[in-house]
């Protein structure tokens, strides 16, 4: 056990839909990441975010937003939900700003129909 | 052309092999070099992690990174069927006071049968 929780661990729903993927990092754990893994894709990084401020942005569509909130735990937003947003979806968290001791979760198994 | 590459795989090898899992990469700015491996339906799990060229050891994991030729190992001694996974190599250029994200490879599914 990584110490990183996701809820929902699967979620099912049909396109057009909005969804929110949540993320509690391990105790102490002031960055949150979360990334998209696809089978054709690999993990995608989608956003950052440092003791509640977002740091860094990759490869995450509009339609997609995130927030960190004081006590830390992290919020990921999918709206307008697409078939091709069918994907895992991973947080990571780490002590401070960098992945070099980055712990994941299990992850939560997105299915748009 | 894909910043890092790693071969899908599958990789099937019998108890006892040892393995060999690569990964070659195009941003010479890539410091740190990080292997995961991911158990099916669960998520990364950290490895090992290199900064910058060099051998580094951890039981029967050796992770190889050479600059020169942008290209990293990971080689597992008498391998088991518990190391059935897949693993990913990734990668980061971190800087002084900057923040990183990793970039990883697609992943190598191993296959070790008794």
């Known amino acids: 056990d990584s110490g990183v929780t996701q809820t929902p661990k699967h979620l099912i729903t049909a396109t057009g839909q909005r969804v929110t993927l949540r993320c509690s990092p391990r105790?102490?754990?002031?960055?949150v990441y979360w990334y998209q893994q696809s089978l054709d894709q690999g993990l995608q990084f989608l956003i950052q975010?440092?003791?509640?401020?977002?740091?860094a942005k990759g490869n995450i569509l509009e339609r997609f937003s995130a927030q960190q909130f004081p006590d830390l735990h992290s919020e990921l937003n999918l709206s307008s939900l697409e078939l091709g947003d069918s994907a895992l979806y991973f947080c990571?968290?780490?002590?401070?700003?960098?992945?070099?001791?980055?712990?994941f979760g299990q992850g939560t198994r997105l299915t748009v129909v | 052309q894909k910043e890092v590459e790693q071969d899908p795989g599958p990789l099937s090898v019998p108890e006892g092999a040892i393995v060999s899992l690569n990964c070659t990469y195009s941003?010479?700015?890539?410091?740190?070099f990080m292997w995961y491996r991911q158990y099916s339906r669960k998520g990364p799990e950290l490895l090992m992690y290199?900064?910058?060229?060099g051998n580094k050891e951890d039981g029967r994991f050796t992770a190889q990174v050479d600059k020169s030729s942008k290209y990293i190992s990971l080689f597992i001694r008498d391998s088991q069927p518990s190391d059935s996974a897949t693993y990913l190599c990734?990668?980061?250029?971190?800087?002084?006071?900057?923040?990183?994200?990793?970039?990883f490879g697609t992943g190598t599914r191993l296959q070790v049968f008794p």
């Open positions: 105790s102490g754990d002031l960055s």
């Open positions: 941003n010479s700015a890539f410091q740190y």
């Open positions: 975010y440092y003791n509640g401020e977002e740091r």
């Open positions: 290199t900064y910058s060229s």
């Open positions: 990734a990668m980061s250029d971190l800087r002084r006071g900057d923040t990183d994200k990793l970039i």
């Open positions: 990571a968290s780490s002590v401070v700003a960098g992945l070099t001791e980055a712990f």
